[in-house]
């Protein structure tokens, strides 16, 4: 088999996926549930922690920043290889050495000190980082441009759902059975996830979906990474995601420690609220693939258009979210706030892969996605850790409205891509390889 085209007996472009395809892409999406679920079970147990090990939250801001630096740098080297050998033995090894510390999380034996809590933490974040770029090159394979927006939505989908399963597992759970409990039940379900997949999965053909089928080698090392780099397309979406993410990864981990201490909300009413943000952005995923879908059959720069407008009008709410608290306004009132904020949100989660697949050639979207990955990671990485700067140099409130202010230049990196692709069409209205990099 060619390292770059992998077997030339799966369906060419045009055709259905077949049954098989479908049941590796609903296990790809599984698997990923569970993944990010142990990516935020932290955010939930910061007091537990803090009380157990006796460490201050800053400590712990430090522990989740390794566990996704971990992610981040596990995510290139995994984007670099999967242009270059099996997808699918590449995800198997990813998963599985990704969960078994996590599962060892979950027994008090193993996690009797912070520093043996730490380095289970940062070992899990080898799976967290590397599913990303194998997932989305296989479904770049799965799926026509015409409708990698839909499928990458359901891999957003299956985000979403993690990392509102990940709090839920130890917000509701933590009281009456002790924090490690929510580890376990979030690692053990992908062991049997992949013996499946192992079985069912199998590897499509490079490029199988694209207009022009033919797949080039990959080039060498530096060499692909300067490909990458050059399309100017890649660049605006490392950087909508360099500012994007550090939003996410301070509300993400802070946001249920933030209801408790500021807004005065209870463990449970506090997780609710973040589980309905999860929830808006669940229901925004899907509405919003669709719709990215539909806008890029028209008109292919529309769709980061849609993003950039989409993440500047959720600021709005988020902004809401954070300045009520249950003494002032009712909880009845911050729930629909909150429903509308992940709806809003999501407008770009849903459209991002679909951009960098669609923009990128088949034997470089590894390499690709791996960079992505790196830059979307960066805030989720430094979130725990400038959440706790950010508080204790100007409080809780005004630290969390500097982070959501980092989505400005993010919407506007979204506009000034839109701006790049309607400039790319006009020049060159006859090629129909929108994944083509400009030279």
């Given at each position: 088999?060619?390292?770059?085209?992998?077997?030339?007996?799966?369906?060419?472009?045009?055709?259905?996926?077949?049954?098989?395809?479908?049941c590796t892409f609903v296990l790809l999406i599984l698997m990923y549930v569970f993944l990010m679920a142990d990516s935020r079970l932290m955010?939930?147990?910061?007091?537990?922690?803090?009380?157990?090990?006796?460490?201050?939250?800053?400590?712990?801001?430090?522990?989740?920043?390794?566990?996704?630096?971990?992610?981040?740098?596990?995510?290139?080297?995994?984007?670099?290889?999967?242009?270059?050998?099996?997808?699918?033995?590449?995800?198997?090894?990813?998963?599985?050495?990704?969960?078994?510390?996590?599962?060892?999380?979950?027994?008090?034996?193993?996690?009797?000190?912070?520093?043996?809590?730490?380095?289970?933490?940062?070992?899990?974040?080898?799976?967290?980082?590397?599913?990303?770029?194998?997932?989305?090159?296989?479904?770049?394979?799965?799926?026509?441009?015409?409708?990698?927006?839909?499928?990458?939505?359901?891999?957003?989908?299956?985000?979403?759902?993690?990392?509102?399963?990940?709090?839920?597992?130890?917000?509701?759970?933590?009281?009456?059975?002790?924090?490690?409990?929510?580890?376990?039940?979030?690692?053990?379900?992908?062991?049997?996830?992949?013996?499946?997949?192992?079985?069912?999965?199998?590897?499509?053909?490079?490029?199988?979906?694209?207009p022009a089928p033919k797949v080039k080698r990959p080039a060498s090392g530096a060499g692909n990474w300067r490909r990458v780099l050059a399309?100017?397309?890649?660049?605006?979406?490392?950087?909508?995601?360099?500012?994007?993410?550090?939003?996410?990864?301070?509300?993400?981990?802070?946001?249920?420690?933030?209801?408790?201490?500021?807004?005065?909300?209870?463990?449970?009413?506090?997780?609710?609220?973040?589980?309905?943000?999860?929830?808006?952005?669940?229901?925004?995923?899907?509405?919003?693939?669709?719709?990215?879908?539909?806008?890029?059959?028209?008109?292919?720069?529309?769709?980061?258009?849609?993003?950039?407008?989409?993440?500047?009008?959720?600021?709005?709410?988020?902004?809401?979210?954070?300045?009520?608290?249950?003494?002032?306004?009712?909880?009845?009132?911050?729930?629909?706030?909150?429903?509308?904020?992940?709806?809003?949100?999501?407008?770009?989660?849903?459209?991002?892969?679909?951009?960098?697949?669609?923009?990128?050639?088949?034997?470089?979207?590894?390499?690709?996605?791996?960079?992505?990955?790196?830059?979307?990671?960066?805030?989720?990485?430094?979130?725990?850790?400038?959440?706790?700067?950010?508080?204790?140099?100007?409080?809780?409130?005004?630290?969390?409205?500097?982070?959501?202010?980092?989505?400005?230049?993010?919407?506007?990196?979204?506009?000034?891509?839109?701006?790049?692709?309607?400039?790319?069409?006009?020049?060159?209205?006859?090629?129909?390889?929108?994944?083509?990099?400009?030279?």
């Amino acid at each position: 088999m060619d390292v770059a085209t992998g077997s030339a007996s799966e369906s060419p472009r045009g055709s259905s996926m077949s049954g098989r395809e479908w049941c590796t892409f609903v296990l790809l999406i599984l698997m990923y549930v569970f993944l990010m679920a142990d990516s935020r079970l932290m955010s939930a147990i910061v007091p537990e922690l803090s009380a157990e090990y006796g460490v201050s939250k800053q400590a712990l801001g430090l522990v989740g920043t390794a566990f996704v630096l971990t992610g981040a740098v596990t995510a290139l080297a995994v984007g670099f290889w999967c242009d270059r050998w099996s997808r699918k033995k590449l995800l198997l090894i990813t998963v599985v050495v990704g969960e078994i510390p996590c599962l060892l999380t979950g027994f008090e034996c193993f996690t009797s000190s912070f520093a043996a809590f730490t380095v289970l933490r940062m070992l899990t974040g080898i799976g967290m980082g590397g599913i990303g770029p194998i997932t989305y090159s296989l479904v770049a394979d799965y799926f026509r441009e015409e409708h990698r927006a839909k499928a990458a939505a359901g891999i957003t989908v299956a985000w979403a759902v993690g990392i509102l399963m990940g709090p839920s597992l130890a917000g509701y759970l933590t009281n009456s059975y002790g924090w490690r409990l929510g580890f376990l039940l979030a690692a053990a379900p992908n062991f049997p996830l992949a013996l499946l997949f192992a079985r069912v999965a199998k590897e499509p053909r490079r490029g199988a979906r694209d207009p022009a089928p033919k797949v080039k080698r990959p080039a060498s090392g530096a060499g692909n990474w300067r490909r990458v780099l050059a399309n100017r397309v890649n660049v605006a979406m490392y950087v909508q995601g360099l500012f994007g993410a550090i939003p996410w990864g301070i509300t993400g981990f802070w946001a249920i420690y933030y209801f408790e201490t500021v807004s005065g909300m209870s463990k449970a009413n506090a997780t609710s609220l973040q589980n309905l943000v999860g929830l808006g952005a669940i229901l925004g995923t899907v509405a919003f693939g669709v719709l990215g879908d539909r806008l890029h059959r028209r008109r292919p720069s529309r769709v980061p258009l849609m993003c950039g407008v989409g993440v500047l009008i959720g600021i709005l709410p988020f902004l809401t979210l954070f300045r009520w608290s249950v003494q002032t306004t009712s909880l009845a009132l911050l729930l629909p706030i909150a429903l509308l904020a992940g709806f809003i949100a999501a407008c770009a989660g849903a459209n991002i892969k679909a951009i960098v697949m669609n923009n990128n050639a088949p034997e470089q979207r590894g390499a690709a996605f791996g960079v992505l990955s790196l830059t979307d990671s960066i805030g989720p990485g430094l979130g725990p850790l400038l959440g706790a700067m950010f508080f204790e140099w100007w409080g809780m409130r005004a630290g969390m409205n500097f982070a959501i202010a980092w989505w400005v230049p993010c919407g506007f990196a979204f506009i000034i891509c839109a701006l790049m692709l309607e400039r790319r069409r006009r020049n060159s209205m006859s090629v129909r390889c929108s994944w083509a990099v400009p030279t």
